[in-house]
């Protein structure tokens, strides 16, 4: 039996995506090992394992109104879904390698054992994000996403991730929050 033929395309695909990962890892080289990205992005990177920083935000985000209060275990569900599909779910059926076997050595975060693609702490800020933003309003999408972005960007910058898992990661996520805010305003929940 020979082997499976790629579908026309995917190898232009692939080299496409190759060039904006190393595109992406030779700009964000220029900025490594300057103190404020470094401890930045490592403290994003680590405050997003888990999805600690969407917790907690959610919390402090709970104590300023009774209908935010309500809110606090709709969006930790939600993120708990996210998380299944994405880390058990997506990462499962495409098994990429990750950019580097330990992690970049200059900055000290877990080394995840899943696969690289797409990110799960891109994927939950785009979650987040979305259903954030659908909550509070336009106004608060500048708040919700540079946080999400600094996040997303962090896995790139410690080469957790490929910067295509970042970008695949967020998209995924964004469209699982937009799924939510469906299901939670047919509920009567959002």
Do not use: C
């Amino acid at each position: 039996m020979s082997p499976p033929v790629p579908a026309a395309g995917t190898e232009e695909l692939g080299s496409t995506v190759a060039r904006f990962d190393r595109a992406v890892d030779d700009a964000l080289e220029r900025v490594r090992g300057h103190w404020l990205p470094d401890r930045l992005f490592t403290l994003a990177s680590t405050l997003g394992d888990f999805s600690v920083v969407w917790h907690l935000l959610n919390v402090s985000r709970g104590l300023t109104s009774r209908r935010r209060a309500r809110q606090i275990p709709l969006l930790a569900a939600g993120l708990g879904v996210e998380s299944l599909v994405v880390n058990q779910g997506i990462k499962r059926l495409v098994g990429r390698k990750r950019p580097t076997v330990q992690g970049d050595p200059r900055y000290d975060v877990r080394r995840p054992s899943t696969s690289s693609f797409p990110s799960g702490h891109a994927s939950a800020a785009g979650f987040t994000a979305t259903v954030l933003t659908g909550w509070d309003g336009r106004r608060s999408a500048p708040l919700w996403w540079t946080i999400g972005s600094i996040v997303a960007t962090s896995r790139a910058y410690v080469r957790i991730h490929h910067a295509s898992d970042v970008v695949a990661g967020v998209a995924v996520g964004a469209v699982m929050g937009l799924g939510a805010r469906a299901v939670l305003r047919r509920s009567g929940r959002a």
